[in-house]
């Protein structure tokens, strides 16, 4: 299926045609696909421990600020020269372009080139940290299920879907302030706590209209 370039701007699509779309990139199948097969082969394992379920509780509780620390330190990185070498990492140039053009679809998603490592490394990191391999088959279904919740609250967000819950009405309005008032503030995707924390989760009257939001202060190479 060929992923469309823009946002879909036809009149309010439903919440299924959105997920239709959604699975048009690869990047959902790739998360999705390392979720299942960890859960298939924590289930083939067996030997099940109500100890277990606090490691998925664990993934979901530091989630908030797992999305807080990457989108400010690594996504809004500036590109800076030490020892004559320029440092700008592919994922803060890929979010920069993505701020600059926030309905361009593809832009939306984690580049393939970053989420392969990143399973890989997260799989890599579960199975040296963990007592024994189902804990970390369990960390890891977790943890990709996460990332799968991530990309499609993500994708929802930028897309024509309109939010008509109370709870993803928040959410949707946050990021959305974060793209067009001020990229400063409202680090979230997923949920918001480590913003309300760590005091970027103002009113939003409460902040000055960005200059810098689509370009992260950073001028075109």
Same mark, same amino acid.
């Given at each position: ?53 606090? /490691? ?25 020269? /030490? ?7 592919? &994922? ?19 580049? &393939? ?11 890599? /990191? ?44 928040? /959410? ?50």
């Amino acid at each position: 299926m060929e992923a469309p370039s823009v946002l879909d701007r036809s009149p309010t699509p439903t919440l299924g045609r959105s997920a239709r779309e959604f699975t048009g990139f690869p990047s959902p199948w790739l998360i999705g696909g390392a979720s299942l097969a960890a859960t298939t082969a924590r289930v083939v394992l067996g030997h099940w421990r109500w100890s277990e379920l606090l /490691i998925p509780a664990g993934i979901l509780a530091a989630e908030p600020f797992t999305e807080w620390l990457i989108h400010v330190f690594l996504l809004h990185f500036r590109p800076r020269t /030490i020892r004559g070498r320029r440092i700008d990492p592919f &994922v803060a140039r890929k979010h920069r372009m993505h701020h600059g053009d926030p309905k361009n679809l593809p832009l939306v998603f984690v580049p &393939v080139r970053v989420v392969v490592p990143s399973l890989a490394v997260g799989a890599l /990191i579960a199975l040296v940290a963990a007592p024994d391999v189902r804990r970390a088959l369990t960390a890891i279904a977790a943890a990709d299920a996460m990332f799968l919740a991530y990309e499609w609250t993500h994708y929802l967000i930028h897309s024509a879907y309109r939010p008509r819950s109370r709870l993803y009405r928040g /959410i949707w309005r946050a990021h959305r302030l974060h793209h067009y008032r001020n990229e400063r503030y409202w680090f979230g995707v997923t949920m918001h706590q480590a913003d309300r924390i760590l005091r970027t989760y103002p009113d939003k009257d409460a902040v000055p209209l960005s200059a810098t939001a689509r370009t992260l202060g950073v001028d075109a190479a």
